[in-house]
């Protein structure tokens, strides 16, 4: 009986830990993802959108689209994703913050 007690407790403690860890990736990622949405102001222009896009921390990857550009930051597991989309010409005309489950 003493025996399955422990088990339970490190089952738990585990999974607690888990649970700690999931609530810090997805908090990191979309805090990441909404500063550079709001780093990216509209009227910015294009080229200096680009640079801090490519600057941002925690930034999985960015690519290229025919509207411009999307920029993308992994959650706790490899399905959830935060994404900041930037729409450009000559300058930027939106930012759309999303999350992808």
């Given at each position: 009986?003493?025996?399955?007690?422990?088990?339970?407790?490190?089952?738990?403690?585990?999974?607690?830990?888990?649970?700690?860890?999931?609530?810090?990736?997805?908090?990191?990622?979309?805090?990441?993802?909404?500063?550079?949405?709001?780093?990216?102001?509209?009227?910015?222009?294009a080229a200096e959108a680009r640079?801090?896009?490519?600057?941002?921390?925690g930034l999985e990857r960015h690519?290229?689209?025919?509207?411009?550009?999307?920029?993308?930051?992994?959650?706790?597991?490899?399905?959830?994703?935060?994404?900041?989309?930037?729409?450009?010409?000559?300058?930027?005309?939106?930012?759309r913050l999303n999350h992808l489950?």
């Open positions: 009986m003493k025996r399955w007690v422990s088990v339970l407790a490190y089952a738990t403690l585990g999974m607690v830990l888990l649970s700690a860890w999931v609530m810090r990736a997805e908090h990191r990622a979309s805090d990441a993802a909404s500063a550079l949405c709001v780093a990216i102001p509209v009227g910015m222009p640079r801090v896009v490519a600057a941002a921390e690519l290229d689209t025919p509207t411009g550009m999307l920029a993308i930051f992994s959650g706790a597991f490899m399905f959830s994703r935060y994404t900041c989309e930037v729409t450009l010409a000559e300058r930027v005309t939106a930012t489950d």
